[in-house]
């Protein structure tokens, strides 16, 4: 049986996981903040966008952790979902909270791509 521990697997998969757990939670509070903020902050499809990014991020980071042979094809969505989603986050303007959301998702979608190759 293979182990799958942390101090066990690549600590580029480690980096990985950890980004796609970040951008999971980042996503959600952006939400929130979106939502709060109203106008175009609110607009369904950058809500939406949001949604899938923290819910991808979140099956690409569990694929990861349990060792799972398809998690390289999860990563290459993933990576593909989060560039979108900074895209979306940065046609917002200055707004440093949007800004955070935008450093996350292109942070995990280099680290994503990488497990994908």
Same mark, same amino acid.
């Given at each position: 049986m293979t182990h799958h +521990? #942390?101090? *066990? =697997?690549?600590? &580029? %998969? /480690?980096?990985?996981?950890? /980004?796609? $757990? $970040?951008? *999971? #939670? %980042?996503? @959600?509070e952006t939400i929130n903040y979106c939502l709060t903020k109203g106008g175009k902050h609110a607009d369904p499809q950058h809500i939406a966008l949001m949604a899938v990014c923290a819910d991808i991020c979140a099956t690409s &980071?569990? &694929?990861? @952790? =349990?060792? +799972? $042979?398809? *998690? +390289?094809?999860?990563?290459? #969505?993933? #990576?593909?979902?989060c560039r979108r989603c900074a895209e979306s986050c940065a046609s917002m303007g200055d707004d440093a909270e949007m800004q955070r959301c935008v450093d996350i998702c292109r942070r995990c979608a280099d680290s994503c791509q990488r497990m994908a190759a």
């Open positions: +521990s #942390a101090e *066990h =697997r690549d600590p &580029a %998969i /480690n980096e990985c996981i950890d /980004n796609c $757990q $970040q951008c *999971h #939670a %980042i996503c @959600l &980071a569990d &694929a990861m @952790l =349990r060792g +799972s $042979q398809v *998690h +390289s094809v999860i990563c290459g #969505a993933c #990576a593909e979902v």
